[in-house]
């Protein structure tokens, strides 16, 4: 990694930890209120920090790509979820540590009509909170479609942010001052505006900006790939491996939009885009049934998983749809006359489902690349690989001093874990291989 990149990567995070920390900080500045016991104060400080993570949430999915190039578009939505749970955490902690400590303020009222507002914002808040971590982790059980868990998120999010803020000026008791309380509004303010750049302020650019359909070609593997060609304008210009947000279905400022890998060389001169897409059901199942001339929307390029370091040797590794970042990267290398050796580790479920097979094949002959297919059912007499990808494998087929070669690893997250597990068996360093994982939920 770059001394850039570092620097760039320790700037955000002191910046995201000043968001954090600071309106925390500044409400020990200035005049202060009574003095209260240590379990009530440490519950109320764990409420502030978790409602200051909880707005940033909103700055963590905005898009903005100087934000997101130093550690990746996959990375970022990763940290956001887990960032979320530990927000959740302090956020529910802080009315759990004052029932522990039998605060007055939980003594339940004697009237419906004596219940405080900052009391009923809380509840409001928590109930939202409680709700969107419940269908974010149990979507799939629940069996809620991507589109209207999106949308519901969206709604519970901004419920959750906007009722903590109304509860904290509900109390009055830190926030008193008007100073303080104006920060947190002003805070609050800011997350909302985060969130509508991203459904507003974006959408009208790329609306300038749409492209067309202009192919839809069938693959191997029950997967298609869209052609899209610039309309009015010159496109944008990709890295190879980056991928994009398309809106197939409407305006860009529908609610739900959908991240796939561009699959075509980033040589392309007429500012034409690619993206091959399985169908796996909800959305991906209706590809089939756009119409050439359609115009559809892309917001990229996003993403860091890409070439350009030194090395002797690039190692691909791809499993299933995964294939389709590293035919980017193949395909632009081919384009470039880069004649660096290339082995692709391909695992597929069988011979027939190999998307791309074919061209794949024809590539060999423009540029030093070796395909290595890995068959979990292979069919009868076949004599390559088989069963999963492993140390084992790696070893057949790539030559000694492993750590000099640089990885690229796109797949399932189950098959991704287990890469990244041989690969330190056989003592690659992190920095030497890159990870996307194509789960943005």
Not at 299 to 322: C, K, Q, R, S
Not at 421 to 434: D, F, I, K, N, T
Request: overall charge neutral; hydrophobic content about 50%; proline content about 6%.
């Amino acid at each position: 990694m770059s001394h850039r990149a570092l620097v760039t990567k320790a700037v955000w995070s002191a910046v995201y930890l000043l968001f954090i920390l600071a309106p925390l900080l500044a409400l020990l500045a200035g005049t202060l209120p009574p003095s209260r016991d240590v379990w009530t104060e440490f519950s109320v400080a764990l409420g502030y920090s978790g409602l200051a993570m909880m707005g940033l949430q909103f700055g963590l999915t905005a898009r903005f790509r100087y934000v997101t190039d130093p550690w990746g578009e996959d990375v970022i939505y990763h940290f956001h979820r887990r960032v979320s749970l530990i927000a959740v955490g302090l956020v529910v902690a802080h009315p759990l540590i004052l029932l522990a400590a039998g605060s007055e303020k939980l003594a339940p009222p004697d009237a419906l009509r004596d219940v405080p507002l900052g009391a009923v914002f809380a509840v409001l808040s928590l109930g939202s909170l409680i709700l969107l971590v419940a269908m974010a982790l149990w979507r799939t059980h629940l069996k809620i479609s991507y589109e209207t868990w999106h949308a519901t998120h969206i709604v519970l999010a901004v419920v959750a942010v906007a009722g903590g803020v109304l509860h904290m000026v509900g109390w009055g008791f830190y926030l008193a001052d008007p100073l303080k309380r104006a920060l947190w509004i002003g805070l609050a303010v800011f997350w909302i505006g985060l969130l509508l750049y991203v459904r507003i302020v974006k959408p009208l650019f790329m609306l300038r900006r749409p492209y067309r359909v202009s192919a839809l070609r069938a693959e191997r593997g029950d997967s298609l790939t869209l052609v899209m060609r610039p309309d009015g304008h010159a496109g944008f210009r990709f890295r190879p491996d980056q991928f994009g947000w398309l809106t197939l279905w409407g305006s860009p400022f529908r609610i739900t939009g959908h991240p796939f890998s561009f699959s075509s060389s980033a040589e392309a001169p007429d500012g034409h885009v690619e993206m091959t897409i399985r169908s796996l059901g909800d959305f991906t199942s209706a590809i089939g049934q756009v119409p050439v001339g359609r115009r559809v929307y892309l917001d990229g390029p996003y993403g860091a998983f890409t070439i350009g370091n030194p090395t002797d040797m690039h190692v691909l590794i791809a499993g299933g749809i995964g294939i389709t970042p590293m035919m980017s990267m193949i395909r632009t290398l081919a384009d470039r006359g880069d004649r660096r050796p290339v082995v692709l580790l391909y695992g597929s479920k069988d011979w027939e489902s190999v998307t791309f097979r074919e061209e794949l094949e024809a590539l060999q002959a423009r540029l030093d690349l070796r395909v290595v297919h890995v068959l979990t059912q292979p069919p009868p007499g076949w004599t390559g690989e088989q069963g999963r990808i492993t140390a084992d494998v790696f070893k057949r087929h790539l030559p000694p001093r492993y750590a000099d070669h640089e990885y690229f690893i796109c797949g399932p997250d189950v098959m991704m874990d287990a890469i990244e597990a041989a690969l330190g068996e056989m003592q690659v360093p992190l920095s030497r291989y890159h990870s996307e994982r194509y789960s943005f939920v």
